[in-house]
């Protein structure tokens, strides 16, 4: 790439806060084997917060023309996530379609994963992270309303196997339904080589949690379990990591290493933020927790792609702010 290229390009992915574009997050359906009682599907309207396959979704050929294009662009890392994405039937093809170079990585609940894991290795992909909130069949069952615990176990087992790692382990924070369980995830975590604890702060910004019980106080109660445990990791961790997106820390302490994503209200996390999401049915999201500024791009090519990127990044600006 020519440097007038690369500072034209520069200049398409950076948004008017100084924040430039370097991961792409695809959602390559919006379909589900679970229902997860807090899913916010990506930012996706769907209707009656059940999955809704009616919609279409992009073809693996307008997933790799954009791939293409954003690549091309300057992006260095993509995201595949859902919906679940293994429940696409050409995803190893769509995952074939992305340069050499560029880090990919999957978000999945990992229910398919013990059969799937070897074959997206092989394909290119980089990593997984794999999203478990608890190490209790019954209480998985209750959050996600399938007895697929022991499935999605072998799945991380599997993907460690293959060398889809560092595998990372999603665990949304529930007060009242797995808050106790740190102790045993950081267990599970330091027994076994290659995984990640992920800790995560419950977003319930457009109701998207509301078929908890008690919502109101599990939400309130989240974000201060999140920060208290965040302050203990901390004081505990021999080693603490700034990550460039969204500032995340990472901490290393006695054998495990944990990330803790606390996005809500929290202005150093967006002033960070450097994703662009697209949905499954071909549209640029400029934020998770925004639908009123989003490109389609369905139909799309080329220049017109670029030029539509361009406007999806114009849109973009901090969700929360010094006003929110
Ligand atoms: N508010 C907000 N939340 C995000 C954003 N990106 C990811 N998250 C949340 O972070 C959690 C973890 O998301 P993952 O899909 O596992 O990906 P990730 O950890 O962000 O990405 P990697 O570190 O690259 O694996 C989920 O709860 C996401 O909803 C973002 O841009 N904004
Ligand atoms: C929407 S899911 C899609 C990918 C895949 N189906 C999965 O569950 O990993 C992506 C990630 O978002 C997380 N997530 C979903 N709803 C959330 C919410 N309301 N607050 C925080 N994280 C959430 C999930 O736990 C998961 O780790
Ligand atoms: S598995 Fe993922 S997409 Fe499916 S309901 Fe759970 S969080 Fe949502
Ligand atoms: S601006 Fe903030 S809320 Fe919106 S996607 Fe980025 S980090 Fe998430």
């Known amino acids: 790439m020519t440097t007038e290229n690369k500072s034209l390009n520069d200049e398409i992915l950076t ?36 999955v809704d396959n009616s919609r279409a979704q992009m073809t693996k050929e307008e997933i790799a023309e954009l791939i293409g294009i954003f690549t091309e662009l300057g992006v260095t890392t993509l995201k595949l996530t859902g919906g679940e994405p293994t429940l696409r039937p050409d995803l190893l093809d769509i995952i074939r379609s992305i340069p050499p170079g560029v880090e990919s990585s999957m978000t999945t609940n990992g229910t398919l994963l013990a059969k799937m894991a070897k074959d997206l290795k092989a394909a290119g992909l980089s990593r ?17 309303g399938r007895d697929l615990l022991p499935e999605v176990l072998a799945g991380i087992d599997t ?41 995560i702060e419950l977003m319930d910004v457009n109701g998207w949690a509301d078929h908890i019980d008690h919502i109101d106080e599990v ?27 969204h500032h995340r820390r990472k901490y290393c302490l006695d054998g495990a290493e944990v990330e803790v994503v606390r996005p809500m209200h ?42 539509a990127i361009a406007k ?12 929110s």
């Open 15 to 50: 948004d008017t806060y100084g924040r430039t574009i370097s991961n792409v997050r695809i959602a390559l359906t919006n379909a589900c084997n679970l229902r997860c009682i807090y899913c916010h599907h990506e930012g996706e309207e769907i209707n009656g917060c059940t």
């Open 128 to 144: 997984v992270n794999v999203s478990l909130d608890t190490l209790h069949r019954d209480r998985y069952q209750k959050i996600t």
């Open 159 to 199: 993907a460690v196997e293959v060398g889809l790692t560092p595998v990372k382990l999603n665990m949304v924070i529930l007060k009242g339904i797995n808050d106790d369980e740190i102790e045993d995830f950081l267990s599970y975590v330091r027994d076994r080589k290659g995984l990640i604890l992920q800790i």
């Open 219 to 245: 939400i309130r109660g989240d974000a201060e379990i999140v920060g208290d445990l965040e302050k203990s990791i901390a004081e505990k961790s021999t080693q603490i990591i700034t990550r460039r997106m």
């Open 266 to 307: 929290n202005l150093e996390f967006c002033a960070n933020c450097n994703r662009l999401r697209v949905t499954s049915d071909g549209k640029l999201k400029p934020c998770l927790l925004r639908s009123d500024n989003e490109v389609d791009v369905r139909g799309l090519h080329g220049d017109e792609l670029k030029a």
């Open 312 to 323: 999806a990044v114009q849109h973009r600006s901090p969700y929360f702010t010094q006003k």
